[in-house]
Nanobody, 115 residues
Framework: QVQLVESGGGLVQAGGSLRLSCAAS????????MAWYRQAPGNQRELVAR???????NYADSVKGRFTISRDNVKNMVYLQMTSLKPEDTAVYYC?????????WGQGTQVTVSS
């Protein structure tokens, strides 16, 4: 079992920045990667960024150059630094990880970007 708890969401003006954090606990030695997804009202949940155990990263085209995913294996934390935020970044952001057999989600944190 893996538990994920997100924090750091909030309301920010367009052009601003936020940093999301995800605290992981449990059988984290089994995880294949850590990721951030988001879901806006009426939309499907989409991948924002992913980081592997080897620190390889990939990003959705819509956030490349603006968002940075990072991880701290000592603290068992994953971060999403978001800059140059746009109203279309408004969504609930979810921390995600998976093992060979299971997929895990946090409870989500709301990010609202005002124009």
């Amino acid at each position: 079992q893996v538990q994920l708890v997100e924090s750091g969401g909030g309301l920010v003006q367009a052009g601003g920045s936020l940093r999301l954090s995800c605290a992981a606990s449990g059988s984290i030695f089994r995880v294949l990667y850590m990721a951030w997804y988001r879901q806006a009202p009426g939309n499907q949940r989409e991948l924002v960024a992913r980081i592997t155990s080897g620190f390889s990263t990939n990003y959705a085209d819509s956030v490349k150059g603006r968002f940075t995913i990072s991880r701290d294996n000592v603290k068992n934390m994953v971060y999403l630094q978001m800059t140059s935020l746009k109203p279309e970044d408004t969504a609930v952001y979810y921390c995600n990880t998976r093992t060979v057999t299971d997929n895990y989600w946090g409870q989500g944190t709301q990010v609202t970007v005002s124009s």
